[in-house]
């Protein structure tokens, strides 16, 4: 009864002050870090912490974090000068290119463009099982660019479409025929959400997070464009996306093989809908628009040249202006509103960490132990990679992963003498990749592993054996590619 009463679960949250208090008061500050920094970097493991344990939820423990940071004044001696730092990052512009961004996927959602795709594809190459695969893993790569919010595309828009197509053949987990199409397709569904998180910045909230730390580290020499991103990563992620059907297909066979009435069905389904509504055709010449602006086509073209975020704005605003969404819906669009506050949150701690020396720090003390073992920085950085990479089996989040152990470790790396490009690539790879290994890795994982088709060591096993096929294309065509770019 009084856990219904507190707007907290109290044990994961008397852990996470146990941990600030203990870092605070407790640990002696090491040499070469202030007071504050140690300070922010009590409080900052506290959130982390409570973000891990699901204290709350996560937009209302960043607006404790950002109250902790401005009563404080461990970034600030002066009271106003402290909550002007602890409000700084909602000024961020990348926070508002994710915002906004959430908010015109709605469109797709609203519209039926989203699931107008995925049957699309499923009527041309939907007559075997492995041909629906390739048709979610289409579907996926066309919504990715616009919809930020990878929960929103694979489990609002792509999971629907995968379950109808499941139940047509009744492969349903309450009857226990989920081995027949549906395991094989949920377990698609998933991981083409995952490898579309690799290929563009704006297909998932953690990525422009790497971007901001990227640029902090190196002191704005390296900021990844949407399109830089875009071209570094399109190779590698489509070679994954074209295996990844075949590795599950092999893993987890379907025991239907041959679909033909999967393309009746999707056919059925586009008749249903009918002929492209007014709203559809608005909705998609918006989402060309925002991809020749992001991709930086009139740049090239004309030499004008469109800021991404500023570029969000236009999208959201024609979506307005056009009445395909109202001022309610962005309002209605919880999970927008929601991102803007704890990315401003986790953003403002991880920048004051950074000036206030404390990642500098941790990074020379992690390089430190790294060169101890006499590896090169080649062996160091994979060393790196890899902790980073499989660190996550203990995230619920890409963000507060991101969050807490991108900033240090990439510093790290470059201390090593990693090429500051390279090494950012590869460390954005492996945050799109970490995203495969659990049913809780990603927002998009519980809603499909909700839907029973995958057990819970299947979908740990599946998502084992797809990173480590990830890590080795990123880890050799990625870096020969990135080469070739002349990245590094």
């Not at 619920?396 to 807490?404: D, L, P």
Request: hydrophobic content about 55%.
């Amino acid at each position: 009864e009084m856990d219904n009463k507190l707007g907290f679960k109290p044990i994961p949250m008397a852990v996470a002050v146990a941990l600030t208090l203990l870092i605070w008061f407790v640990i002696p500050v090491p040499q070469g870090v202030t007071p504050r920094a140690w300070h922010l970097l009590a409080m900052f493991v506290g959130v982390i912490a409570a973000i891990i344990g699901k204290a709350m939820p996560i937009g209302a423990l960043s607006m404790v974090a950002i109250t902790l940071v401005a009563v404080t004044g461990v970034t600030a001696d002066a009271p106003e000068n402290a909550i002007k730092d602890a409000l700084s990052s909602f000024a961020n512009p990348l926070i508002w290119l994710i915002g906004a961004s959430i908010m015109i996927s709605r469109g797709l959602l609203k519209t039926g463009l989203g699931a107008r795709i995925g049957y699309f594809f499923i009527a041309l190459f939907g007559r075997k099982t492995l041909g629906i695969g390739y048709s979610l893993a289409l579907s996926e790569l066309l919504l990715a660019p616009v919809t930020p919010s990878n929960t929103a595309r694979a489990g609002g828009i792509i999971h629907p479409v995968m379950k109808a197509i499941a139940a047509s053949y009744d492969s349903d987990p309450e009857k226990g025929t989920e081995g027949k199409i549906g395991k094989y397709l949920a377990l698609v569904n998933y991981h083409a959400n995952i490898i579309t998180c690799c290929i563009f910045i704006t297909a998932t909230a953690p990525n422009p997070l790497v971007v901001e730390l990227v640029a902090k580290a190196t002191n704005s020499e390296i900021h990844l464009s949407w399109g830089t991103w875009f071209a570094a990563m399109v190779v590698p992620g489509l070679i994954a996306m074209f295996l990844m059907p075949l590795v599950l297909y092999f893993l987890y066979p379907p025991e239907i093989k041959q679909t033909p009435n999967a393309t009746a069905l999707a056919k059925e389904k586009l008749k249903e809908m009918g002929a492209m509504k007014r709203d559809e055709k608005i909705m998609l010449g918006i989402f060309v628009i925002l991809l020749l602006l992001w991709a930086g086509v009139p740049e090239m073209l004309f030499g004008v040249k469109v800021d991404a975020t500023a570029t969000t704005f236009l999208g959201l605003s024609l979506c307005l202006l056009t009445g395909v969404l109202t001022w309610d819906d962005a309002l209605k669009e919880k999970g927008a509103w929601d991102t803007i506050v704890w990315f401003a949150a986790l953003v403002m701690m991880a920048n004051f960490l950074n000036k206030l020396g404390l990642i500098a720090w941790l990074s020379e003390s992690m390089q430190g132990g790294i060169s101890h073992l006499g590896l090169g920085w080649e062996a160091g950085c994979a060393l790196l990679t890899l902790a980073y990479l499989y660190a996550h089996y203990v995230f619920a989040s890409g963000t507060a992963h991101v969050t807490a152990m991108f900033g240090a470790f990439y510093g790290a790396g470059l201390a090593l003498g990693a090429p500051p490009m390279l090494f950012a690539l590869i460390m954005a790879s492996a945050t799109g990749i970490m995203m495969s290994l659990t049913h809780y890795a990603s927002g998009s994982s519980p809603v499909i592993y909700g839907s029973n088709y995958v057990s819970m060591t299947e979908w740990w096993k599946a998502g084992f054996i797809m990173s480590v096929v990830e890590i080795l294309i990123f880890g050799t065509i990625g870096i020969i590619w990135w080469k070739v770019l002349g990245y590094w």
